[in-house]
């Protein structure tokens, strides 16, 4: 039996993991917190899954939160201007839905899940140095974690990383007591454009303690009006200040908001991104590799939501090849050739974040095609699920070219 480590109880590593045990693997999955840490602590992130990571989450069985919570099935987009007036609207049914399930109780089940099932769960806070020790145990060792030391285990991709700095401040809670309404409801994805100031989402999330929740969380440009969170210490600084952010920036939405109060005093995050690409083979001063998945190697903004959904569908590409490679040695030619497999997908995700971090010029006109046309708009919420489908949408010609085909069909 092939032994299997993975460094990050995340949504890789725990995807990972499951999907190898299920396999007959002998993994060893390392934690730096206990399950019930994860459950009390903060959350990592306020993430959304689209319907191709969802399934693939049925197919391990461990998506323990569909028949409670059904997720979103409708998005609603307003485009401001600076006094917080729509000037462009576009709201849809989707297809398929889209689901938020607080990561502290979902990583908290899986972590147990995995043990269940015959995997060993073991609670040490990893260095690099330690990896020397796993690389002599184990036939691959896998870092699903990006943070804090193992940062610097996978060399910066100069290539294909674009930013130095983050694009975003980030900030969000998850909260009850949204005053409900024609403007608020229990199904809707909903997203507040400012141009040059930043974005605003609403959505209904499936928290630990499993009332009916709402994630409010805002992307601010960096030095703009809507960058107030930065000194941020507590949840109820952060709930007065998106408060009176959103008083100040969009105050028709003021009264959704005003008698909101935090989940628990943990339920709430804060900080920035610099979006990067690694290089997925992480060399030991022995000389020994291991192979870096998820966030360590490929991190988002999270404005469009890849973050999570690319976590798993790479931890899904990895089981699959370490499957098919049978008892051959994983080489860093293995590790670069799934890397690049999985980049051919990834890329446009990187792509589709930087449009909406930076927007150029033609995305307007795609904006407004949405507003008027809903096979256009039916595109987009599509491809946020599976973004290769919006090629055609990340360079002005391609775009000019996609709109004409867009327009023949309305005709």
Excluded at 40 to 57: I, R
Aim: proline letters at 5%; hydrophobic letters at 40%.
């Amino acid at each position: 039996m092939r032994r299997i480590a993975i460094i990050g109880a995340g949504q890789a590593g725990l995807h990972l993991g499951i999907g190898l045990v299920d396999a007959g693997y002998a993994v060893t999955l390392f934690s730096d917190r206990t399950p019930e840490a994860i459950l009390n602590g903060k959350p990592m992130g306020l993430p959304l899954l689209f319907p191709d990571a969802l399934q693939l989450e049925r197919n391990l069985g461990i998506n323990f939160w569909d028949d409670e919570f059904l997720g979103c099935d409708r998005f609603r987009n307003h485009v401001c201007d600076p006094e917080g007036n729509v000037v462009l609207s576009v709201s849809s049914n989707l297809e398929q839905r889209w689901q938020s399930v607080d990561q502290r109780l979902k990583f908290f089940t899986w972590m147990h899940e995995f043990v269940n099932r015959g995997g060993e769960l073991v609670i040490k806070a990893m260095t690099p140095q330690d990896l020397e020790e796993c690389v002599q145990k184990y036939d691959l060792v896998v870092v699903a974690v990006g943070r804090g030391s193992f940062s610097t285990l996978f060399e910066k991709d100069a290539q294909k990383t674009k930013h130095h700095q983050p694009k975003r401040h980030i900030a969000g809670g998850l909260y009850t007591g949204l005053n409900k309404g024609e403007a608020i409801d229990y199904r809707t994805f909903r997203v507040t454009n400012l141009p040059g100031i930043g974005e605003m989402m609403q959505a209904p999330f499936y928290a630990k303690d499993k009332l009916p929740v709402y994630a409010v969380a805002f992307e601010a440009y960096p030095g703009g009006v809507m960058d107030q969170f930065s000194q941020v210490k507590s949840g109820q600084e952060l709930l007065e200040i998106s408060k009176k952010v959103i008083k100040q920036l969009r105050p028709c939405d003021y009264e959704i908001v005003k008698d909101m109060e935090l989940v628990d005093d943990q339920a709430w995050v804060q900080g920035a991104i610099t979006p990067i690409v690694r290089q997925p083979v992480g060399h030991l001063p022995s000389g020994a590799i291991v192979m870096g998945i998820g966030d360590a190697v490929i991190l988002h903004d999270p404005i469009a939501a890849q973050g999570a959904n690319n976590a798993t569908k790479m931890a899904h590409l990895v089981k699959q090849r370490i499957i098919e490679h049978g008892n051959q040695r994983f080489d860093q030619s293995w590790m670069q050739g799934v890397f690049d497999e999985f980049w051919n997908y990834a890329q446009y995700t990187h792509t589709l974040t930087d449009c909406l971090l930076t927007p150029p010029d033609h995305m307007q006109e795609l904006m407004a095609a949405m507003a008027q046309n809903r096979e256009v708009l039916k595109d987009y919420l599509n491809g946020m699920n599976h973004p290769p489908t919006l090629a055609a949408w990340f360079d002005a010609e391609s775009s000019k070219k996609y709109l004409a085909s867009k327009t023949l069909v309305l005709k």
